[in-house]
């Protein structure tokens, strides 16, 4: 008898400790689960995020803030992707699709932000400018293909022009938050715009400057204030050769603008020595336009 009550006192206490370590493994997972990041963004399904800040950088062009459903959840997009934006246009409407490059990345959690220059006649970019703070747009992607892996070239110069810097300083940045794990990559930029207002993301890019002895830019202005240090007039052959790498078979070239100063840097690439670009750029070219 006694024996018989010492083994179910024992057994019950086994049980005991077993049920407390289950409800012990059982919350520790949910508190790794609520702050592990959930990828939110879907390649075959729109999600609708609504604006939660717009802040104007130049007479056209201002950033955008979109909350994600939940403070914890990340958009999940690569290094060098972008995301599809819906916008019902036309009666009746019609979604119309363009592509847009995040300036947050998935160390944020909560919120996406864009830059976005709206053009009069722009389908797209004129719908978003005329967004309400609360007003809702629809989300898709990831898309593109670019990504950027730690270290896959030695060297990478990017060739911007005006909103064409988003996926540079996307790259850029994650670069420079990188060398703290082994990247080393080495970065030049050239950043071209007409007027000083149109530089888009400059406290932001000359920090990056500053703190990053392997991270340079090079500001080309076609209407330059007086005293301008930078390059003046459209990108040219020269100011390539200056400012960024020789090519080479571990150097690799972005470029990101508009389309005539997309065409433009391409012969210059070209007779600079870089391998012909292809009308539509893959992952492993030497020059890469997005
Ligand atoms: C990979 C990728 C990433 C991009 N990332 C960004 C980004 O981060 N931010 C951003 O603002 N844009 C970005 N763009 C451009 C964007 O996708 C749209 O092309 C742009 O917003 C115009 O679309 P829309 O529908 O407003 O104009 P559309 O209806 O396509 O064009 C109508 C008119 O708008 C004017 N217009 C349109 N595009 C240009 C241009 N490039 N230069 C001069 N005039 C133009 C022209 O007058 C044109 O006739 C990116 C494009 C690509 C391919
Ligand atoms: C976009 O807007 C222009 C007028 O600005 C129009 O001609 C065009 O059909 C629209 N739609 C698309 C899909 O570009
Ligand atoms: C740039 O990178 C090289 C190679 O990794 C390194 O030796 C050098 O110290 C770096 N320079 C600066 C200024 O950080």
């Given amino acids: 008898?006694?024996?018989?009550?010492?083994?179910?006192?024992?057994?019950?206490?086994?049980?005991?400790?077993?049920?407390?370590?289950?409800?012990?493994?059982?919350?520790?997972?949910?508190?790794?689960?609520?702050?592990?990041?959930?990828?939110?963004?879907?390649?075959?399904?729109?999600?609708?995020?609504?604006?939660?800040?717009?802040?104007?950088?130049?007479?056209?062009t201002a950033l955008y803030r979109f909350d994600l459903p939940q403070p914890t959840d990340v958009l999940g997009i690569p290094i060098g992707q972008h995301v599809s934006v819906a916008a019902p246009i036309?009666?009746?409407?019609?979604?119309?699709?363009?592509s847009y490059t995040p300036v947050s990345d998935d160390t944020s959690p909560g919120h996406v932000d864009l830059i976005i220059k709206s053009y009069p006649s722009g389908n797209v970019s004129k719908y978003v400018g005329q967004l309400a703070v609360g007003q809702t747009i629809k989300f898709r992607g990831p898309k593109?293909?670019?990504?950027?892996?730690?270290?896959?070239?030695?060297?990478?110069?990017?060739?911007?022009?005006?909103?064409?810097?988003t996926p540079m300083y996307q790259i850029a940045r994650s670069i420079v938050r990188g060398r703290?794990?082994?990247?080393?990559?080495?970065?030049?930029?050239?950043?071209?715009?007409?007027?000083p207002e149109d530089i888009l993301l400059q406290d932001e890019l000359n920090d990056l400057a500053r703190k990053d002895g392997n991270f340079s830019v090079?500001?080309?202005?076609?209407?330059?204030?007086?005293?301008?240090?930078?390059?003046?007039g459209f990108v040219n052959q020269d100011m390539v050769k200056q400012n960024l790498a020789t090519p080479a078979d571990d150097v690799k070239l972005l470029i990101c603008g508009?389309?005539?100063?997309?065409?433009?840097?391409?012969?210059?690439?070209?007779?600079?020595?870089?391998?012909?670009?292809?009308?539509?750029?893959?992952?492993?070219?030497?020059?890469?336009?997005?």
């Fill in 1 to 60: 008898m006694s024996l018989l009550n010492s083994t179910s006192t024992w057994e019950l206490g086994l049980s005991i400790s077993i049920l407390l370590l289950c409800a012990a493994i059982t919350v520790l997972f949910s508190i790794l689960k609520a702050k592990t990041p959930k990828p939110v963004l879907r390649p075959d399904s729109f999600l609708e995020l609504s604006l939660s800040h717009k802040t104007q950088l130049s007479p056209n």
């Fill in 90 to 98: 036309g009666s009746p409407p019609k979604d119309i699709l363009r």
């Fill in 144 to 165: 593109g293909a670019f990504r950027y892996t730690p270290n896959m070239v030695r060297e990478i110069s990017m060739i911007a022009g005006g909103t064409g810097i």
């Fill in 180 to 195: 703290a794990n082994g990247d080393k990559t080495k970065v030049s930029l050239i950043y071209a715009n007409v007027g």
């Fill in 218 to 232: 090079y500001y080309v202005l076609n209407k330059p204030p007086p005293g301008w240090a930078g390059g003046v």
């Fill in 258 to 290: 508009p389309p005539p100063m997309v065409s433009a840097m391409k012969k210059i690439a070209e007779s600079l020595g870089f391998a012909s670009p292809r009308p539509v750029s893959k992952l492993e070219d030497q020059v890469f336009c997005f």
